[in-house]
């Protein structure tokens, strides 16, 4: 008989197939020494050692011989498997082969020593994929965490030996991801830098190669307090230059085919039955004769349980090669009342599957499935959208080309996709009895055929449907002692008393009685664990998460979740993440309810609360004088959904405070380039929260923070509406600080809708305010506006002397990199002289120090400082350089207003120095970005470069002169210390 060993993840053994029990942790954690010395005898006292380390109980030699004599009988079905005693200890009598581990270290070693890229490519990625995650997954000894980082390692020298080997076939851009989660996790590996900065050169990206560079050098030099070696700087030196050699030697696939998403679930392990429903959905395949078909529907509906998500996953992975563009998956949790999948969100999720950056995802709904649209034009891709509840939650998630085809599965029949969509609804009934005792065939084993009658029973008691079937498989599999009749009676007695409990008619009452029995046989611990899992607002949980919630060590935790996993009660992700079935998870919530009390549930999401307050604050402490540490801004990403997810649950269940604090924590990270909706979300989320305690400070800093991501997404009477509403509570507070600063974002927000006197009056507010408090800095920043405002409207001799009393103020306070800036200011006057050079220079020195802090949006305003400068003494390359590098940032961090700034800027640069063509693109797309803004100063501008006859009647109706051709208008922030004043 065939025979299968894992512990490149869980230590687990498969006779012909099927699961083997190998018992307890300990006992698990004895199979897997024998496993990695497979064909060597292994001490009894190296076993102790092992697997007890220096805790070994008295009688620790007595347990280690039961638990071979377990394994033993565990392994006996595999003809050639034994665990013998020889004379040097126990030896397990297998073939290597048969182990992941020896078959992992025999393909790297071919792979290796293979001469030719294309198959060790292959071979490479079959010694990957034997991985299913840490190895020995929940057996924690001395021994076998030493173990676990040897293998790791192997691992990730692997995994580098794969980059290098895709690098030389030019697949650089399908590696990219890849490799940022790499340097995430290793940032002071030079050899993973090195490769990113390789892979982000080819892509055509050399500034972020080279802000890859810069960052490996920081970090090195910190904490190691050395530079990079030679090969990595030499590489730094090549890109720089330019160096034609580091151009990939094959061709690279273009961007819509150089990575195409691959976002679908594992396949169903021990899938059985539906041949009807997969013929019906392969029908859907056939081609069809003349035009492009229409869109390609088909509706998967049935209960809950019924193996809907399970038969969709396992046709996908059989059509997958039909789709050669990629495959596209969300679950859209349409039956969680708590945390159904809001429309947006899944928009943005695959747009930036698509390749869409986050500051390019518009902030509607309509705009982003336009741009999903558009997307997907011309690709053949297949887009799976799971645990659907109505046709509104999925009608803009379709595509608007048939080259696509969408599959949809959901409770609800959804007429609506039927009648107006064309959808082609495949229904699932209950599975057949043969189906469902084959299913049991597959998970037990040999016990379905010697009880026959019980495997009927069990299978009617579980309703024939595949969840419950597959939970109460992996119990029967746990108690191999037990007859399948005596696990159908105690099944029985769990029912009836379900059913005396629950007579409501609850479709979900089938599978409780499944779920009972399963939930019955866990450990106390396990059990707790299961209940307070329920409660978790996510949709996934890292193993830290779930310590801070049941208030375990993460030791314990680990053993925990191995146990639930085992049980198929919650699922094993990738990177310690772990998640559950919606019907599981209402199932979990539901027994939290009933048997923990309410004092007790709150106390474990508070301290799910704090572990994601502490953990947001821990890797957002850094002084702005230091970047972001790339493990930081992991631990950010990862969690981004579920400290969105706490936000909006504290705010709805009385976290309040967690609430407030974690958005302010939160808020300069997903300001200054996180995803523009789940910005917007947590901050409203914060605003509701601080009503709702009856917090008006709060409720004010939140609605200024929600007005200034309004105002940076282009969003302006929103941003209006919001800064009126803060800076009414500001004044009815007695804060004439914060007053001051919304009545100056309020005036920049008139500015950009062409209201020009009513900036300037909310600018000589915010002075009057500023110069009540002594605030110096401040009044130079009012005046600073004012004086933008006085430019704008043609006053020029106003205007300089507003620049000018600002330097003064300025220069008292000793900032040099707002003198600079004002300076600047003054050299875009078109009759002002100015200390063009010293302006330069301070600006370059402001420049290094934004860098050093890694504000994207403070860089982008000073390189558009600079360019002003060069434009002024007719370096206009140099200038066209600048604003491009501004572009890039401002296009990362969202600045839509900024954005459409510098795109006019860049046109004249470039009509200056007489491309004509490129110009004239440059104010083609400044001006398609200033009407979805509405920033009517802009589009006049952008006309102007267009020569479309229409800038003049704009200009007028905004009372404003035409600006100069050769120069750029003032822009309208302000740089303090490196800083635009108004992030606070």
């Known amino acids: 008989m065939a025979a299968e060993f894992g512990v490149l993840g869980v230590v687990e053994a498969r006779i012909d197939g099927r699961p083997t029990d190998v018992g307890h942790t300990r006992q698990r954690c004895v199979l897997g020494i024998l496993l990695i010395e497979a064909g060597r005898p292994v001490s009894v006292d190296q076993l102790i050692d092992r697997v007890w380390g220096e805790h070994a109980p008295q009688r620790a030699a007595s347990a280690l011989y039961s638990y071979l ?89 692997a995994e580098l030996d794969g980059n290098d080997v895709l690098l030389r076939l030019g697949r650089h851009g399908e590696l990219l991801p890849a490799l940022s989660a790499a340097v995430a996790e290793h940032p002071l590996d030079e050899r993973v830098a090195g490769q990113a900065m390789l892979a982000l050169y080819r892509c055509g990206r050399q500034a972020d190669a080279d802000e890859q560079y810069r960052r490996i050098r920081r970090s090195l030099a910190e904490e190691l307090g050395s530079d990079p070696g030679a090969p990595l700087r030499q590489l730094h030196e090549r890109i720089l230059a330019a160096d034609p050699t580091l151009v990939a030697t094959t061709p690279q696939k273009s961007t819509k085919e150089a990575n195409p998403p691959t976002q679908l679930p594992a396949d169903v392990r021990a899938f059985t039955g539906r041949t009807h429903e997969l013929a019906s959905l392969d029908r859907l395949l056939a081609p069809a004769g003349g035009d492009e078909p229409p869109l390609t529907v088909a509706l998967l509906s049935g209960t809950a349980g019924v193996g809907k998500s399970a038969l969709a996953v396992r046709w996908a992975h059989r059509v997958r090669e039909a789709f050669p563009d990629g495959q596209l998956y969300v679950n859209l949790r349409g039956y969680d009342a708590e945390q159904p999948v809001a429309v947006a969100d899944a928009l943005a999720g695959f747009l930036t599957a698509l390749g869409v950056r986050g500051p390019e995802i518009p902030p509607g709904v309509d705009e982003r499935a336009g741009r999903y649209r558009s997307e997907l034009t011309g690709r053949r891709m297949l887009v ?97 002692d037990v007859p399948l009749a005596e696990l159908v009676a105690e099944l029985g007695d ?53 310590a801070a919630l049941t208030g375990t060590a993460v030791g314990e935790t680990r053993r925990l979740l191995s146990v639930l996993t085992r049980a198929s009660l919650v699922q094993a992700g990738r990177g310690g993440r772990y998640g559950m079935h919606d019907l599981l998870r209402a199932y979990a919530a539901e027994l939290a309810t009933a048997h923990d009390a309410e004092p007790d549930r709150r106390a474990a999401l ?62 300069g990270y997903l300001d200054a380039g996180g995803p523009a909706a789940e910005a917007v979300a947590v901050t409203a989320s914060a605003v509701s929260a601080a009503r709702s ?77 500023f110069e009540s408090l002594g605030d110096h800095a401040g009044q130079a920043d009012a005046l600073v506006r004012l004086g933008l405002v006085d430019a704008r409207l043609g006053e020029e001799k106003e205007a300089a002397q507003r620049f000018e009393s600002a330097l003064d103020l300025y220069a008292g306070l000793g900032d040099r990199f707002s003198e600079a800036y004002v300076l600047s200011l003054l050299a875009r006057l ?73 795109l006019n ?25 200033a009407e979805e803004i509405g920033d009517r100063y802009e589009q006049a501008r952008a006309h102007d470069g267009l020569d479309t006859g229409r800038a003049g009647r704009i200009f007028a109706g905004l009372r404003v002169p035409t600006p100069p051709q050769l120069l750029m208008t003032p822009s309208t922030h302000s740089t303090v210390t490196g800083r635009p004043r108004d992030r606070a």
């Open 69 to 157: 004599s377990r394994l033993r009988r565990a392994v006996a079905d595999g003809s050639d498997i034994r665990i013998l005693r020889e004379p040097g200890g126990y030896l397990l009598t297998v073939d290597p082969q048969t182990v992941d581990l020896h078959r992992f270290r025999a393909l790297m070693t071919l792979a290796r020593s293979t001469e030719s890229d294309a198959p060790a490519a292959d071979l490479i990625e079959q010694a990957l994929g034997l991985w299913r995650g840490e190895p020995f997954a929940g057996v924690d000894t001395p021994w076998m965490d030493a173990t676990r980082r040897t293998l790791l390692s192997e691992k990730f020298a």
């Open 693 to 769: 305690a009856g917090d008006r400070q709060a409720q004010a800093r939140a609605l200024s923070h929600l007005g200034r991501l309004h105002r940076r997404q282009g969003r302006l009477p929103e941003a209006v509406a919001t800064y009126r509403q803060a800076l009414t509570l500001y004044a009815d507070l007695a804060d004439p600080a914060a007053e001051a600063l919304v009545l100056r974002n309020l005036g920049s927000v008139d500015w950009r809708l062409g209201d020009y006197r009513q900036a300037a009056d909310h600018y000589r507010r915010a002075w009057t305010l």
């Open 606 to 667: 508070t301290r799910l609360f704090d572990h994601y307050l502490d953990g947001a604050k821990a890797a957002l402490s850094s002084p702005l004088s230091s970047p972001l540490s790339d493990n930081a801004r992991a631990w950010i990403e990862a969690e981004r959904p579920n400290l969105a997810a706490v936000c909006a649950h504290g705010a709805a269940h009385g976290w309040y405070q967690h609430t407030i604090t974690l958005a302010d924590t939160l808020f």
């Open 830 to 902: 078109p009759h002002r002289p100015a200390s063009l050079d010293q302006a330069a220079g301070d600006l370059e020195r402001s420049l290094a120090a934004v860098r050093r802090t890694g504000d994207r949006t403070a860089e982008a305003y000073v390189l558009s400082d600079l360019a002003a400068i060069d434009a002024r003494q007719g370096r206009l390359t140099e200038a066209a350089t600048h604003l491009r590098r501004a572009l890039v940032l401002l296009r990362r961090i969202g600045d839509r207003a900024s954005e459409a700034e510098a």
């Open 905 to 929: 800027d860049l046109g004249q640069v470039l009509r200056a120095a007489g491309d004509e063509a490129e110009a004239g693109d440059q104010h083609g797309q400044a001006l398609a970005l």
């Open 384 to 480: 799976l959208l799971d645990n659907a509840s109505s046709v509104e939650q999925v009608r803009p998630l379709l595509p608007g080309t048939g080259s696509c085809l969408v599959l949809i599965t959901s409770r609800d029949s959804l007429p609506g996709m039927v009648a107006v969509h064309g959808a082609e609804r495949v229904n699932l009934d209950l599975l057949p009895v043969p189906d469902a005792i084959g299913l049991l065939r597959k998970l037990i084993g040999a016990r379905v055929d010697q009880e026959p009658a019980a495997a009927a029973e069990l299978a009617a008691a579980c309703a024939r449907l595949p969840l419950a079937l597959r939970i109460a498989a992996e119990l029967a599999a746990e108690r191999t």
């Open 494 to 546: 769990h029912q009836g008393r379900l059913d005396l409990l629950d007579a409501g008619g609850d479709p979900r009452a089938e599978v409780r009685a499944v779920f009972s029995w399963s939930y019955q046989n866990l450990p106390d611990g396990a059990a707790r664990a299961f209940r307070l899992l329920g409660l978790h607002p996510g949709e996934t949980a890292h193993v830290d998460a779930v």
